[in-house]
């Protein structure tokens, strides 16, 4: 179905898989797949519903930005090569659907970044999580600062970004970086059962969730609160909230129309 050379895509009933897809590099992003991934993201479907991203191979979900691409970068290059990693994160984590990083082995550096910029990520019992960039006399350039603070806290983040040190999945979950996880062999069967759950809501309903949540997470509290009610208000426009309260209350099952 895709015409890329480094990420595949499948659809099956409004759920969009995209799979980074160079395992013999550890799907390490390089340009050339950064740029397919916008590409990517840019040409979904409207009818989408969901996006999941996972990692091609049993090894790595994406084991960061290419090393080889960057080791020869100018100052310059470095700084555009970190704007182009934020260009395709930001696309990705300003989509109205869910996304779900469904993170199958290691998430380091920019693979980290990547699940981050999903809503949240499911990881199998085999992901390992790092920012490892001191390592390599960088620091995280496709948002690992940011989102990762964000996501565990100030001061987990930084013991992570100075560290450098991988965490096992088991430490991801009680840190709050993964929200489940799972036998290797049930990741992709858990992934969609998350995802099937989530389709039999009003789809308006879960992406206006989304869009609030994302308000609220970078404004003050008053003013989400207010933009929380604005958003309630505007689902009492939808045909999906007359039928949503009134399949309840005729005790069926709702049959959305998705506005
Ligand atoms: N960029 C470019 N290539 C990468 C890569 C990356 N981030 N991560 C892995 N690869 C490549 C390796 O160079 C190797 O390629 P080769 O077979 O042509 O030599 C291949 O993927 C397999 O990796 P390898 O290191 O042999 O696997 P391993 O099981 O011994 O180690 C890791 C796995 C993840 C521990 C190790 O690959 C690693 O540390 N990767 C870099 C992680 C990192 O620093 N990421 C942040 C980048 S800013």
Redesign the pocket.
Known sequence: MSTYENILIGSKDGVVRITINRA???N?LNRATLTELEAAILALDPEVRLLVITGAGD??FV????????ADLTAEQGASFARLGHEVLARLESLEVPVIAAVNG?A????CELALAADFIIASEKA?FGQ??V??G?TA?FGGTVRLSRRIGDARARQLLFTGE?IKADEAYRIGLANEVVAAGELMTRVDAIAAKIMENAPRAVSLSKRATRFGEESELEAACVFEQQVFGLCFATHDQKEGMRAFLDKRKPSWIGR
């Open positions: 013999e590099k550890l390490a090894k790595a084991a960061g930005a290419d090393i080889s691409e960057m290691y380091l550096g920019g693979g390992r490892p960039e390592s390599l960088v350039g991988m």
